[in-house]
Nanobody
């Protein structure tokens, strides 16, 4: 099993930046290593469905159109961490951000097996 813990959320003014981090731990009896997992960032605003933000897999990264050019996902397989650098933040980026892990490529939240507890990002105008 995989345990995920997010950190780095907070309150920032529009145009500002935040860097989210996700630390993972994988039980030693599993056959997979961290590098085998597709790692995704999702977000959920009040009253809205959880939506895809960015994912990382062995073939590269993929971003939602709404964050492309502003957010950057990076991955450190040795440290079993992923980061989400968020620049030029907008009030509409306000949401709880979740880190998630899946065994196959997908941008659908339902396809992810493991989730962190989430970290709040609030962007003031």
């Amino acid at each position: 099993q995989v345990q995920l813990v997010e950190s780095g959320g907070g309150l920032v003014q529009a145009g500002g930046s935040l860097r989210l981090s996700c630390t993972s731990s994988i039980r030693t009896f599993t056959l997979r290593t961290f590098s085998d997992y597709v790692m995704g960032w999702f977000r959920q605003a009040p009253g809205k469905e959880r939506e895809f933000v960015a994912i990382s897999w062995s073939g590269g990264t993929h971003y939602a159109d709404s964050v492309k050019g502003r957010f950057t996902l990076s991955r450190d397989n040795a440290e079993k961490m992923v980061h989400l650098q968020m620049n030029s933040l907008k009030p509409e980026d306000t949401a709880v951000y979740y880190c998630a892990a899946a065994t196959g490529w997908s941008a659908a939240p339902g396809d992810y097996d493991y989730w962190g507890q989430g970290t709040q990002v609030t962007v003031s105008s």
